[in-house]
């Protein structure tokens, strides 16, 4: 069962990676005015992702402290 377990966590971990490499380069994009709609689109699906109960779950983080610290780091040139 711990194996089983173990597997599980280590998904719900590499969902988190995915998520958050992709909203970094979602938000340097957007930083450096890329013109893309669709790229507005990604930055919401994201923020939407790390809102919900399920990165919550995921991964045991605050989503609104996430984004803003992710955002101070690739976004905001803090």
Excluded: C, P
Aim: aromatic share 16%; no cysteine; proline share 0%.
């Amino acid at each position: 069962m711990s194996a089983l377990l173990d597997g599980y966590i280590q998904l719900a971990h590499a969902i988190v990676i995915v998520a958050a490499e992709s909203y970094k380069y979602t938000l340097l994009a957007v930083r450096h005015h890329t013109k893309s709609d669709s790229m507005y689109r990604r930055k919401e699906e994201l923020e939407n992702f790390f809102l919900s109960d399920w990165f919550g779950l995921l991964s045991g983080l605050d989503g609104r402290y996430f984004m803003k610290k992710m955002q101070e780091v690739y976004y905001f040139d803090r």
